[in-house]
């Protein structure tokens, strides 16, 4: 399993500024993900944080908007980019330390943006 | 297109009583269906899954059961208790490369157990 701590928990921001969300987990994985789950609604995937290399991005979602740092195999950070109340959200880190051998993907707390 | 769709939406269930939550998967590469917990303010927890070797999983009160000719699977709540009340999320992916690596979830179930 893994331990994923994210921060902030939760924040308040202004249209037009950025945040970063950082993630931090409590063992080496090979995969991590970011989400997006709007209230009361499902996950959606944002992208692939690769070590070492640029994020794979899903389908609606850019890196000028999202951009995706991951130093190492621990930790990675997700930056919504000039704000808009559409992004007000639950942002979710996730990791799955068995890589492609097993499916088990595991979850932070999430992180509640509030964009006004 | 929904690869994965999760009924019902919401479902309100007498203590003691059986929850029953049903998925269906379209992409017969999925080999992995996991469901997921989630209580307000949290992010989902992995509760149970099941490869498509079995035909039914067991983890205390909780059973997955999978129908693969079908392509169904399904999450069943023995003797359900208040504390079970959350959103379920039924998902599927496929274990090893290639490009269905990517767990996709279903819609989530609103469960409330009444005391």
């Known amino acids: 399993s893994a331990v994923i701590s994210q921060k902030p928990s939760r924040d308040i921001c202004q249209r037009g500024t950025s945040l970063t969300i950082q993630c931090q987990v409590d063992s080496q994985v090979t995969m991590m993900f970011w989400y997006r789950q709007q209230p009361g609604q499902s996950l959606t995937l944002i992208a692939t944080a690769n070590q070492g290399s640029e994020a794979t991005y899903e389908s609606g979602f850019v890196i000028d908007k999202f951009p995706i740092s991951r130093p190492n195999l621990t930790f990675s950070t997700l930056t919504v980019s000039n704000m808009s109340p559409e992004d007000s959200s639950i942002y979710l880190c996730?990791?799955?330390?068995?890589?492609?051998?097993?499916?088990?993907?595991?979850f932070g707390e999430g992180s509640r943006l509030t964009v006004l | 297109q929904q690869q994965v769709k999760q009924s019902p939406q919401s479902l309100i269930v007498q203590k003691g009583g059986i929850s029953i939550i049903n998925c269906a998967y379209e992409n017969t590469a999925f080999d992995y269906f996991p469901w997921y917990q989630q209580f307000p303010g949290k992010g989902p927890a992995l509760l149970i899954a099941?490869?498509?070797?079995?035909s039914e999983k067991k983890e205390g009160r909780f059973t997955i059961s999978f129908n693969k000719s079908a392509k169904q699977f399904s999450l069943h709540i023995m003797d359900s208790q208040p504390g079970d009340s959350a959103t379920y999320f039924c998902?599927?992916?496929?274990?090893?490369?290639?490009?269905?690596?990517?767990?996709?979830f279903g819609k989530g179930t609103l469960l409330t157990v009444n005391p």
């Open positions: 998902a599927a992916s496929k274990i090893g490369g290639g490009s269905n690596y990517k767990l996709t």
């Open positions: 099941i490869r498509p070797d079995v």
């Open positions: 996730s990791a799955r330390p068995g890589g492609f051998r097993t499916g088990e993907l595991f």
